[in-house]
């Protein structure tokens, strides 16, 4: 009888360590707006939340992002890409952190070591599309790392 309950635990821990896919993750859901995301990097989920769906239309609102490092960060690099019926219709690329470069608190912050944000970010567009659409974005570092991505769905149907 253990045997057969240490074969079933062997087997649930290799099925769960084979899967590449993370699940996905609802940011948040109203009634005019749903918000989801998925972790894009086969090895590493995080969290991610924004205090009320109705804040994104604010275009400055607060949230909460939070991961344990597998990168050091010396230099980081951010591109989001904006996919609708899929493609890309607009992409942006920016450098984060860099020799005498520091746009966020976690430049600098070693492998292993936990980053956690929390506070407003700051959309730049006037409104959101008022659409079905996808935004990839990913961060890597000076070695081409990658240090997080994911995919974000987000679902708008709000009348501006």
Not at 103 to 110: A, M, N, Q, S, V
Not at 137 to 160: G, H, I, P, S
Request: net charge negative; charged share 20%; glycine share 4%.
């Amino acid at each position: 009888m253990k045997t057969l309950n240490v074969l079933a635990l062997v087997l649930v821990l290799l099925c769960i360590n084979a899967s590449t896919e993370w699940p996905t993750h609802t940011v948040c859901k109203e009634e005019n707006l749903e918000i989801y995301y998925k972790s894009c990097d086969p090895q590493q989920d995080f969290a991610f939340s924004i205090d009320r769906c109705s804040d994104v239309t604010t275009h400055t609102f607060d949230i909460r992002a939070a991961m344990v490092l597998r990168q050091s960060i010396k230099e980081l690099y951010a591109k989001v890409d904006l996919i609708i019926n899929g493609k890309t219709v607009l992409s942006y690329s920016e450098t984060l952190c860099g020799p005498g470069l520091s746009k966020l608190i976690f430049c600098g912050k070693k492998k292993g070591e936990h980053l956690y944000y929390e506070g407003p970010i700051t959309l730049g567009i006037k409104e959101i599309p008022q659409v079905n659409y996808t935004i990839t974005a990913r961060l890597t570092n000076e070695d081409r790392a990658t240090v997080a991505c994911a995919d974000f769905t987000v679902k708008n149907y709000l009348d501006y």
